[in-house]
T-cell receptor
Framework: GESVGLHLPTLSVQEGDNSIINCAYSNSASDYFIWYKQESGKGPQFIIDIRSNMDKRQGQRVTVLLNKTVKHLSLQIAATQPGDSAVYFCAEIPIIQGAQKLVFGQGTRLTINP | DSGVTQTPKHLITATGQRVTLRCSPRSGDLSVYWYQQSLDQGLQFLIQYYNGEERAKGNILERFSAQQFPDLHSELNLSSLELGDSALYFC????????????FGNGTRLTVT
């Protein structure tokens, strides 16, 4: 069945360093992927998305990389700031199913050391 | 601000009771989704509605039901509540087109005592 997982449950980085959060997925039919950030007491906030016809997509301080060969997704955050502390979820959608049923990973907690 | 509004923010009730959670989607979004997030757990998909019709079902218990009204707001009804139903319940909405991100509200925290 579908499953989305994360390699590390927690990640601790120094302020100013780059962060890399990884995600593995198992459904080959998934062709749309999203990264969400969830701060304490809030709902998941959309960060960036990527479709399966792309390998890389950049946003403001964030980059998502997609490796379809090994079914791997990563989120890179440049110059990590204290405000980046949150839980990050990757999610996948097989658009061909018609209904958008996001499958979320368990999440990675990112903590920033001053 | 995602534009998705959920009420109430907090709800405390006793076992066996019934509650209703409300969601107003972003302006223009026809799809509404409900998710459950238990402590230290990921987001579990419950159900999706599109323009008033049920579109997809996930791990939703028979004690739970939902509907989407003509004005597109949605309600999630939870009945015969159990301690294990204590969780955060999120609503999300999206535009009709496939391959669009879901935008989440800030959730309703349900505590069953």
């Amino acid at each position: 069945g579908e499953s989305v997982g994360l390699h590390l449950p927690t990640l601790s980085v120094q302020e100013g360093d780059n962060s890399i959060i990884n995600c593995a997925y198992s459904n080959s039919a998934s062709d749309y992927f999203i990264w969400y950030k969830q701060e304490s007491g809030k709902g998941p906030q959309f960060i960036i998305d990527i479709r399966s016809n792309m390998d890389k997509r950049q946003g403001q301080r964030v980059t998502v990389l997609l490796n379809k060969t090994v079914k791997h997704l990563s989120l890179q955050i440049a110059a990590t700031q204290p405000g980046d502390s949150a839980v990050y979820f990757c999610a996948e959608i097989p658009i061909i199913q018609g209904a958008q049923k996001l499958v979320f990973g368990q999440g990675t907690r990112l903590t920033i050391n001053p | 601000d995602s534009g998705v509004t959920q009420t109430p923010k907090h709800l405390i009730t006793a076992t066996g009771q019934r509650v209703t959670l409300r969601c107003s989607p972003r302006s223009g979004d026809l799809s509404v989704y409900w998710y459950q997030q238990s402590l230290d757990q990921g987001l579990q998909f419950l159900i999706q509605y599109y323009n008033g019709e049920e579109r997809a079902k996930g791990n939703i218990l028979e004690r739970f039901s939902a509907q989407q009204f003509p004005d597109l707001h949605s309600e999630l009804n939870l009945s015969s509540l159990e301690l294990g139903d204590s969780a955060l319940y999120f609503c999300a909405s999206s535009v009709p087109a496939g391959g669009s991100p879901l935008h989440f509200g800030n959730g309703t925290r349900l505590t069953v005592t």
